[in-house]
């Protein structure tokens, strides 16, 4: 990671982004993600009154193919292997102009509970290795719909970055004989220089190796591998820190802040996973203002990614705007 914070001066006159208007609607007749609404494809979402998932209609993935793998060419060099998989959509909240940032801590709790009990259906399955729950929120994240909601993927294998993930503490574990993560807890919570917002079971902080701007890693304080493990309070807690950093980030720039968002739990192939801490990561592409994004581009694309706001001056004007959120 390339941190050069001497360029943040630089004058900008590239790209600026149109910022998408707010869904000010509780109910649209056009969105299909809207309670009794007709979906594309001919399916009709039911009037849920809380929250509600169904199979993606334009599925990634499928559950129903046969093993199969070949050989393309010579030597195994290029391989192709059947992946089979599910892909859900999880509607956080019947109503069409709330966000996370905006619903109540009671309700995002909700949403917690359902995500644990798809990680807990889908993992339990022989066919999937990994669940991964994730968010893509506002049009520059590719979200085609501003209703509320997430995806759930879950596939046979585990994908690239858990794998990375799961290497990377199996390592550190056993190198030193303790967990990555909670070393890390422990170094951030004695400097406190990129914690943005902490309570008693949860961290949030930008990860001194924060590729994005305004990245932020949730933290619980407790080692636990999955979300399925969490206690009642825990559980409570991590609600209230998601409604804290989707609202703090929306006071950042005064606007609707974009991210992807997604859950890191352990693998569920079976195996044990005593070195995996459980996560959250925010993924913000924003970077000067509403319409000025980051771009991995050039020597990131080609080298290492690069920074010129350094995470502890993003972890400042986070909690600058955190104490500004309601
Ligand atoms: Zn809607
Ligand atoms: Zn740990
Ligand atoms: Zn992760």
Redesign the pocket.
Known sequence: MLVSPHRTQRPWQGQTEDTAAPATLAY?PT?Y??PGNARAGGAQTPKYTSTYVFENDYAALKPDLPAASADIGDAGLLRAEVERGVCRVLCFSPR?DLTLAKMEVADIRLVVDEWARQTEELGGREDISYVQVFENRGAMMGAS?P?PHGQIWATESIPNEPTLELAAQNAYLADHGKCLLCTCRDIELAQRERIVAENDAWIALVPFWAVWPFEILVLPKRHVASLTEFTDTERDLFAAMLRRVTSGYDRVFDTSFPYSMGLHGAPSDGAEHPAWHFHAHFYPPLLRSATIRKFMVGFELLGSPQRDLTPELAAEALRRAFARAS
Do not use: F, I
């Open positions: 649209d969105c993600l809207c069409h719909n209703h």
